[in-house]
């Protein structure tokens, strides 16, 4: 019973005393109040204090039983509380006594993990029993509870680790539309329990070196940090770091001198002060006694900060093979730490300020390799590696490379591989350090792409100019490396005039076949700079032959005059290239600066005057792309400035009359448009007023419209005006080319495309 029923109890018990003893004295004062009314009178106020007194007696008598109660209570919660501490140390001992029994080391890894919780649970244990609340009857309860928790990982300790959750059915575990099944019930800490097995056993795999065959890391971790995954990467064979050096990841990397066969290295491209800042650090690194060596290394990428490590730490390489970096200072550093000789080495393409790139000459890896055993190991050379025609390369290489890749220099307008004297130095290079079974890679300068990625770089394509410049007696035997250069060229450059020395005979140019040019490119120069003469015999004679897959052909005439431009051969390739799907005219023009005349114009034809070159009967069907540039003009103090803005004026034809569709157009000319002309392309340069601009549009759309109804074959007329008309030319000549039956689409670049409506139908 408790407290509250005992008292109630007690307080019954009493009423009941006091009620029989009071009764006799009732009966007594009745009797002594029938006999005298004033004496009655007298006595009650008498038993108005004795009332009063047996009310204070009885609450008195109350106190004192509660003061006994709370000390029974009292002594039942210590001997509760001792009997809970004897069976406690009771526990105690028995569980002591079979920790003694447990072995320090055990082989089995997971046994291990679960003796070392086992002790990091009694150190918790000691701890609670120690502390001064340890009195409380809550801190024993708890301390109880840990003893339980130490004994059943005692018991479980050679069991075989299994979830708790596996016992349970899978109709009672899983939810459905019409229940909810055991595991939507299931709480956090009951799920966290249930998962302590595996929790253990990833924390065992993460100690075993065996999991860790790559490793790869940005950021550095403390020197404690490292220290103590130094045992758990013996067994790395491949490491990425990014990032400049620190000593917690030279820690990391030095671990796995013994297994490490990749390492990569990189740091990001970083300013004057950053780098300054990681020279600094990295000449504060402290400098081991003894070389470190690793063993079994064979690849490595390198860049930035990192290519001085080598020196800094004395690292040595005896199986090192490849090596990729970006300058030639990690090559200073790596190559004579490569002990048995490197195999491979690729340079990366240069991330410089300002867009440029720096290749890197065979005369200066030539002179890192001098006197280390990579000159008589070296077998292959990519990258970004340029050839200038050394020779110095090749007297140190012991060896004969399989592989090369290089740039090819460019002079201008003019390709060095243009003159006999630079094809004379590469078949040289080719005979002396080349297998003759090499793969050869040979492109043009790289540039960077410009889409915000800083490793982002485009090899331009190999061109070949035409003719050859220099003496034929250059050329003796080096046929091979001629054809090598036709097959990897993507363009040609023909210069239509002849050099004093230019090469009109030489067998090898004579069998050579541009098998993968598309693109031949003309530049007409000005008669006053070179003189005009005809391209050789040896080229005009073998246009189809030597270049059968050109699709392109570009003439940039410039000022030249037309008539003149395709004389002395250039005519020939107009008519006879097999491939031919595109021709593209670019022509200058002035504009006399004198505002004055109001009658001035500026005549624009629609097709230039190559196109009457063009064979009518024999070919496919081709596009012409016009390409007009105003030239700019000069005032008295030199300053330039754009030329005066005066009206536009169509033709059809170059050379014929402004504004008459008919003169000047012969009947060969209309019979290589009606056979030969698919589309037609113009693209005008000119800064106009928006009142020139409208009428030079309406006047196209004019022509556009008489060019469709003469040639059935013509499908469409392009045309983009630079710079860019920002008062909608599409939408003001929507409806007049819809009464000319003319289709008008725009595009986002400020194309117009004019389309007869036949086509569509």
Known sequence: MDRGGRQKRSLAQSSAAASSGAAPAAAAAAAAASSSSAAAAGGGSDESSKRQRLNDDLAQMDEDEEVLLAMESMASSLRKQLLMIEQTKAKAVEILMAKSLMPHEVANTNTQTKVQAIRRHFRVWREMMQTNSARSQLSIERATQKLDMIQQKMQALNE??????????????????????????????????????????????????????????????????????????????????????????????????????????????????????????????????EPIIFEHLHAVKVDSTWQ?????????????????????????????????????????????????????????????????????????????????????????????????????????????????????????????????????????????????????????????????????????????????????????????????????????????????????????????????????????????????????????????????????????????????????????MAVDSDESDEDQIVPIAVLPKAIRHLAPQQGRRITVATEVEIERVSNAWGVMHDPPSLPVRWGVYEGAGVGDMDMGVGDDVREVIDNRVRAIEIKVSYNQTEEHARQLYTELLQTSRQMFDQFASLQCISYVHKPKQRWGPVRALRQAATQANINLVGEKNGTIKFTPVRVLE
């Open 160 to 289: 075989e680790d299994r979830l708790s959750l596996d016992s349970i059915a899978e109709a009672l575990w899983l939810s459905d539309g019409d229940r909810i099944g055991v595991g939507g019930y299931i709480g956090f800490v009951d799920v966290v329990r249930s998962l302590s097995a595996v929790s253990c056993a990833f924390r065992s795999m993460a100690k075993n070196p065996a999991m860790h065959p790559i490793v790869e890391f940005e950021t550095a971790p403390s020197i404690a940090v490292a220290q103590r995954w130094i045992s758990s990467l013996s067994r790395t064979t491949t490491m990425k770091i990014h990032g400049p050096p620190a000593m917690p990841k030279l820690i990391l990397l030095e671990a796995t001198t013994t297994s490490l066969q990749s390492m990569t290295l990189t740091s990001p491209l970083l300013t004057d002060r950053q780098e300054r800042q990681a020279e600094t650090a990295l000449n504060q690194l402290p400098q081991p006694d």
């Open 308 to 588: 001085r490590i080598p020196h800094f730490r004395r690292y040595r390489f005896p199986l090192l093979r490849e090596l990729t970096c970006r300058s030639e200072n990690a090559l200073q550093q790596w190559v004579p730490a490569a002990m048995g000789g490197l195999h491979s080495i690729h340079m990366l393409f240069d991330r410089g300020r300002g867009g440029h790139t720096f290749p890197k000459s065979l005369e200066r890896i030539g002179n890192v390799m001098r006197h280390t055993p990579t000159a008589g190991t070296l077998r292959s050379l990519t990258g970004h590696v340029i050839f200038h025609g050394e020779q110095h390369f090749w007297a140190i290489l012991q060896s004969r490379l399989t592989t090369i890749e290089m740039e090819m220099p460019h002079d201008n307008d003019r390709t060095p591989i243009a003159h006999t004297s630079f094809i004379q130095r590469l078949h040289g290079f080719r005979s002396q350090c080349l297998e003759p079974d090499a793969v050869e890679v040979y492109h043009a300068e790289v540039r960077r792409v410009d889409n915000g990625r800083p490793d982002e770089f485009r090899c331009e394509e190999l061109a070949v100019g035409l003719p050859l410049v220099g003496s034929p007696v250059q050329l003796a035997g080096t046929h091979s490396t001629v054809q090598k250069l036709a097959n990897m060229a993507a363009k040609v450059s023909l210069s239509p005039f002849k050099m004093p020395n230019d090469v009109t005979m030489a067998y090898e140019l004579n069998t050579a076949v541009f098998s993968c040019a598309e693109t031949l490119t003309v530049k007409v120069l000005p008669t006053s700079y070179f003189p005009y003469t005809h391209l050789p015999n040896q080229l005009v004679s073998r246009i189809p032959a030597m270049l059968p897959a050109v699709r392109t052909f570009d003439i940039d005439q410039g000022t030249m005059n037309s008539d003149r431009t395709y004389e002395g051969g250039l005519h020939s390739f107009v008519k006879e290239l097999p491939s031919l799907d595109r021709l593209a005219v670019k022509m200058t």
